[in-house]
């Protein structure tokens, strides 16, 4: 070759340079970032618009009623104020099954305020601090007796239960004069025609959102679900975290039973117990995994009115009520294979 045709190495070389493209991480964009944080959530609410489609497409009458959704929203508060904070304990690696009882408990100290003639307000006041003993309790003896949460929180739902059976001898209380107070004109009333509990549900709902995404306790919480050797060496006491989670879920399901007795003027000594299925469904359907550390409350709030409108869909689509707990299963089955697709981690 000549040396006319080598390459001058000492020369700067005259092409312009192709201007580089900054690499952003997916996350960095707005939308996608927003999917990917909300993916539980979202896959939660995809299905539930599939199967409002479907029951819609079955039924379109019943469907495109008011009255149908006025009735789920009437009862849908009562599911979501313990759907919430067992998110929290699922999520800080426990389980609480105690939950329907302690709702039965609450609710029973409830209207014994009520029936001796105090004002209903102290009543509410008497159910949240029984909800917090009886967190506490079932917390203690899980953190601190070193218990197992399912044999612990399964073993303490039955003891309250059989207690409260032994001390009324399933005799209920009727509360009719509850609806002249004021307690009922702000927490169970109606305003144009959609129940007023369903605002407080929501109101709840989005503190509680914001207590486990954006306040160090759901930081905390998460970080015990993950890892609680490393929590513990981060300075975070975990049995106190722990023990919280559970006095959460006595608070949520005091709220939950007091509501009920609220819509229906009466309390039943078995108030709660038809709530133990479906409310674990929701948690799980909503996209918070069992092995704990992460997990989701507004897809549990999703999963609690998926859960809620299974029942009246399949109903109101001209099936018997034999069809409900298979669509239970269907749906549940399929959720948490969608979830399990469209996690991010594994364990």
């Known amino acids: 070759m000549s040396k006319t045709m080598e390459p001058d190495l000492h020369e700067p070389s005259t092409a312009i340079p192709r201007p580089q493209k900054e690499w952003k991480h997916p996350s960095d964009q707005w939308l996608r970032g927003f999917i990917l944080d909300n993916r539980a959530s979202l896959g939660t609410l995809g299905v539930f618009i599939v199967m409002m489609a479907v029951f819609m497409i079955a039924n379109p009458t019943v469907f495109t009623t008011w009255y149908l959704y006025s009735s789920v929203l009437t009862t849908l508060p009562v599911a979501l104020f313990v759907v919430v904070p067992l998110v929290f304990v699922v999520t800080c690696g426990e389980i609480d099954l105690s939950f329907p009882a302690t709702m039965g408990f609450a609710s029973w100290v409830f209207a014994l305020v009520v029936q001796a003639g105090y004002d209903p307000f ?20 899980v953190v601190y007796g070193g218990l197992s949460s399912l044999i612990a929180t399964l073993g303490m739902n039955f003891l309250l239960r059989g207690l409260i059976q032994i001390i ?34 929501i109101a709840f709902v989005v503190l509680s959102a914001m207590l486990y995404n954006r306040h160090r306790f759901g930081a905390q919480v998460r970080v015990v679900g ?14 106190r975290v722990r023990v919280k989670v559970f006095v959460f879920v006595g608070i949520g399901a005091a709220i939950a039973g007091t509501f009920s007795v609220m819509i229906n003027f009466t309390w039943w000594p078995t108030a709660g117990d038809g709530y133990l299925l479906p409310v674990l469904a929701s948690v799980f359907v909503g996209g918070t995994p069992t092995w704990g ?48 697709w469209n996690q991010a981690r594994y364990r």
């Not at 959609?194 to 549900?201: D, G, K, M, S, T």
């Not at 993950?226 to 049995?239: E, L, R, T």
Request: glycine fraction near 14%; charged fraction near 10%; avoid cysteine.
């Open 168 to 201: 009324n001898e399933g005799k209920s209380m009727a509360l009719t004069n509850l609806a002249d107070s004021w307690a009922y004109k702000i927490f169970s009333s109606q305003v144009y025609g959609i129940p007023v509990q369903i605002f407080w549900a």
């Open 293 to 340: 550390g992460i997990g989701t409350v507004v897809g549990g709030a999703i999963g609690a009115v998926t859960v809620s409108f299974i029942q009246t869909g399949v109903v109101a689509a001209g099936l018997s009520g034999f069809y409900v707990q298979f669509f239970n299963g269907l749906i549940i089955i399929l959720s948490l294979l969608g979830h399990k």
């Open 226 to 239: 993950d890892n609680p050797d490393s929590a513990q060496q981060m300075g975070i006491d975990v049995k």
């Open 122 to 141: 102290l009543g509410i006041a008497a159910a949240l601090v029984t909800g917090i003993l009886l967190g506490f309790l079932v917390g203690s003896l």
